[in-house]
């Protein structure tokens, strides 16, 4: 099993910064690919950003690219979303996501789908 456990929301104005963090524990050997989902109410749950924690390889969504950046440290088990100039649609609860290692059948990281162990979220608000 892996636990995730986020940190970091908060309320920022639009043009603001936040840093969340997910503190990784358990079969910390056992996942390959670490991502950052959101979920705004009333909306469908959008894939943020994704990495690969043995090459560190990022992808990010269009929404979020020259704004987000999603990095990791393998010596505490974390891994770290930087949002940079947030605007309002930016406000969601963010969720930390983790895949074990297995092939992606369409190499899309950010499905909906993939991902195997979720942490219980954080909220971020831009006003």
């Known amino acids: 099993q892996v636990q995730l456990v986020e940190s970091g929301g908060g309320s920022v104005q639009a043009g603001g910064s936040l840093k969340l963090s997910c503190q990784v524990s358990?079969?910390?050997?056992?996942?390959?690919?670490m991502a950052w989902y959101r979920q705004a109410p009333g909306k469908e749950r959008e894939g943020v950003a994704a990495?690969?924690?043995?090459?560190?390889?990022?992808v990010y969504a269009d929404s979020v690219k020259g704004r987000f950046t999603m990095s990791q440290d393998n010596a505490k088990n974390t891994v770290d979303l930087q949002m940079n100039n947030l605007e309002l649609e930016d406000t969601a609860m963010y969720y930390c996501?983790?895949?074990?290692?297995?092939?992606?059948?369409?190499?899309?990281?950010?499905?909906?789908?993939?991902?195997?162990?979720w942490g219980q979220g954080t909220q971020v608000t831009v006003s």
């Open positions: 996501a983790a895949r074990t290692c297995r092939p992606w059948p369409d190499n899309n990281w950010l499905t909906n789908t993939g991902y195997d162990y």
């Open positions: 358990g079969l910390t050997w056992s996942y390959c690919y």
């Open positions: 990495i690969s924690t043995g090459g560190g390889a990022t």
